[in-house]
């Protein structure tokens, strides 16, 4: 198969997202040409360490590149204070240059503390990103935003940091869990419904094919997911507008993940999948979108063997009022105001402020209470 490269043009900040098999074992001739010196630093967590370094150092050993590694624990609580210090330190201790690469090897977790990392280290140095899942290759690690968790929540500490490339490898995915690989698909779904009702319904028909390890139906996935980032990126890189629809079911997701802790109890990916079910469901009940829009979400999730209700979480929720007041904590409040990502239809999604409140109360209360309203109208 070969490689596909979508183009994200921001000027001097411009780079390439080079998506297909066998990135990694080529990684040194893909990267040769942004080295001034042929060294790498590399910041991976245990997981794919495991799985990958080996092979990335592999891959830039054909063409005579050396790298260093740091290790840091698998999981969300990573993207701390503590650990982008501890990267910083060690970059600095290795004497990294203003010139040279930094490699985030890893997920999301990763590759927003390795990006924060390099945006600080020597006022900012390059990155590459290496992203090792779907919900990586297709979001996180396109269009530079870069960050790390506070006490006080999510992705609140951070700074816009386009990397210099992106190797989105289709092979590596082939090592992820099932559970991982369909909350990345979580925002795959969210592309289709936000902004192209032809790629929802290319989803509809290649999901099933694409989940089961069809390659070439994977790459491409990548390639129109990205495509959408990229684009949405260079009309508005720094989401004084039209970026903000990438948040489609984010709200309602950033609000189930606080409630869950942050645990195994729910993916990030997983709560966008509900997260833009419960959108639709908010959308319809405002006379958005059509009625049949929310089950026809709904019926794709289903499908698909995801999470797509909030009965399918495990353990208990808070009520309709907890939830709302969590989603009082999301970055999209201006002026004390939640903004929304509603939608007109699939593939129409728009942000809005003027959501009554108490009709966000009832979608939620309505789903605590039947698994949603929305199961009584089919799907
Ligand atoms: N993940 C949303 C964004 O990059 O804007």
Not at 146 to 161: D, E
Not at 209 to 225: I, N, P, T
Request: hydrophobic share 45%; aromatic share 4%; with cysteine.
């Amino acid at each position: 198969m070969a490689v596909d490269v979508v183009e994200v043009p921001l000027g001097e900040r411009s780079y390439e997202v080079r998506i297909g098999p066998g990135l990694v074992a080529r990684a040194g001739e893909e990267m040769a040409p942004l080295l001034q010196r042929p060294m790498v630093w590399v910041v991976s967590e245990e997981a794919v360490a495991r799985l990958h370094l080996q092979g990335l150092k592999d891959g830039l050993g054909v063409t005579g590149i050396g790298m260093e590694a740091l290790i840091l624990p698998a999981g969300e609580a990573t993207k701390s204070w503590e650990h982008v210090i501890g990267t910083v330190e060690w970059l600095l201790d290795e004497k990294v240059e203003r010139g040279d690469v930094v490699v985030a090897l890893g997920g999301g977790v990763i590759g927003d503390l390795v990006g924060f990392a390099a945006a600080i280290l020597r006022r900012g140095v390059r990155f590459v990103q290496i992203p090792t899942s779907l919900l990586a290759q297709v979001d996180s690690s396109v269009g530079g935003k870069t960050g790390i968790n506070t006490r006080h929540g999510k992705n609140l500490v951070g700074a816009f940091h386009q990397p210099s490339l992106v190797l989105a490898d289709i092979d590596v995915l082939g090592t992820l869990a099932e559970r991982d690989f369909l909350a990345g698909y979580g925002e795959v779904v969210k592309y289709g419904l936000l902004g192209d009702a032809n790629f929802f319904s290319w989803l509809e028909a290649n999901g099933p094919g694409l989940a089961a390890g069809d390659m070439a139906l994977r790459q491409e996935a990548v390639r129109r997911s990205v495509q959408m980032k990229a684009d949405i990126v260079v009309r508005d890189e720094t989401e004084q507008g039209d970026r903000a629809l990438l948040n489609l079911g984010h709200t309602f997701c950033h609000a189930l993940e606080a409630a869950t802790g942050y645990s195994d109890r729910l993916l990030h990916g997983e709560g966008v999948a509900i997260g833009c079910a419960l959108a639709f469901e908010l959308s319809a009940r405002l006379g958005l979108c059509a009625q049949e829009d929310p089950s026809r979400v709904r019926a794709h999730l289903s499908n698909m063997k995801m999470k797509r209700d909030l009965y399918d979480i495990e353990g208990e929720l808070p009520g309709a009022t907890a939830l709302l007041s969590l989603m009082g904590q999301d970055k999209k409040v201006v002026d004390g105001q939640l903004r929304f990502i509603l939608a007109r239809g699939i593939g129409e999604a728009v942000v809005t402020a003027e959501v009554p409140q108490d009709v966000v109360r009832g979608v939620l209360a309505d789903a605590l209470a039947t698994g949603s309203g929305l199961a009584l109208r089919g799907a």
